[in-house]
C-alpha cells in the first residue's frame, strides 16, 4: 500500500510568519509531488509541484524536496489571512495515478 | 481557456434515479480524470482516460458508468446510486499520463443521494 502522511493540524500561524507543511511519502520509486491547497467547500487547486531533489520557489511558496528521506514540504513566507485552508500532498505512485495525503489544515491569524 | 468546467453544481438524486455529471475542458490535454471527495477526506481516483480510452478504473462499482466522447469531454452516469454515495465529484485533466503531468481539478459537483 503506497502511503502519503502529513501532519493533520490543525497548523495556526501568525500573520507574516512562515507557515511550514511536511509530508512523508512511502514509495522510494516516487518521482513526481504536488502541493494543492482546497478552501473549504472548493475543489484543489495546484499551488507547486517538484521533480527533483532541492528547492523550488514561486513567490511566496517553496517546495523542498528530500528523495533519500522521502520528505517533501512546502513553506509559505509572509502568510496571509487568504492562505488559510487545507494543503494536500500528493505524490505519483505510477503513470497518471496520484495519491494524496489527508492533508493539513491551516489557519492564519491576522 | 485554461480551466476544468463541471456541471451541475450541485445534484440531489434518489437511488433509483438515472443522471449524468459532465465535465469539459479546452485546454488540450488528452487525459481526463474522476475523483471522489468524501468531507474531509482526500481525493480518490476513481477512473483515468487517456486518448479518449479507459486506463483506470480504481475496481469503482458499475452503477458508475464513465464515458469520454471526445478528447475535451468526459461524462460519469450515475445509476441505482446508495446514500454512501453522496460527495463531491471531481474531474481533472493533465496533458498526459506519465508522472510529471500536472492535473488541474474543475470545481466539482456535490451529490447528495438520497
Known amino acids: 500500500q503506497k502511503e502519503v502522511e502529513q501532519n493533520s493540524g490543525p497548523l495556526s500561524v501568525p500573520e507574516g510568519a512562515i507557515a511550514s507543511l511536511n509530508c512523508t511519502y512511502s514509495?522510494?520509486?516516487?518521482?513526481?509531488f504536488f502541493w494543492y491547497r482546497q478552501y473549504s467547500g472548493k475543489s484543489p487547486e495546484l499551488i507547486m509541484f517538484i521533480y527533483s531533489n532541492g528547492d523550488k520557489e514561486d513567490g511566496r511558496f517553496t517546495a523542498q524536496l528530500n528523495k533519500a528521506s522521502q520528505y517533501v514540504s512546502l513553506l509559505i513566507r509572509d502568510s496571509q489571512p487568504s492562505d488559510s485552508a487545507t494543503y494536500l500532498c500528493?505524490?505519483?505512485?505510477?503513470?497518471?495515478?496520484?495519491?494524496f495525503g489527508k492533508g493539513t489544515k491551516l489557519t492564519v491569524n491576522p | 481557456d485554461t480551466e476544468v468546467t463541471q456541471t451541475p453544481k450541485h445534484l440531489v438524486m434518489g437511488m433509483t434515479n438515472k443522471k449524468s455529471l459532465k465535465c469539459e475542458q479546452h485546454m488540450g490535454h488528452r487525459a481526463m480524470y474522476w475523483y471522489k471527495q468524501k468531507a474531509k477526506k482526500p481525493p480518490e481516483l476513481m477512473f483515468v482516460y487517456s486518448y479518449e480510452k479507459l486506463s483506470i478504473n480504481e475496481s469503482v462499482p458499475s452503477r458508475f458508468s464513465p464515458e469520454c466522447p471526445n478528447s475535451s469531454l468526459l461524462n460519469l452516469h450515475l445509476h441505482a446510486l446508495q446514500p454512501e454515495d453522496s460527495a463531491l465529484y471531481l474531474c481533472a485533466s493533465s496533458f498526459g499520463t506519465s508522472g510529471g503531468n500536472e492535473q488541474f481539478f474543475g470545481p466539482g459537483t456535490r451529490l447528495t443521494v438520497l
Open positions: 514509495d522510494r520509486g516516487s518521482q513526481s
Open positions: 500528493a505524490v505519483n505512485v505510477w503513470a497518471a495515478k496520484l495519491v
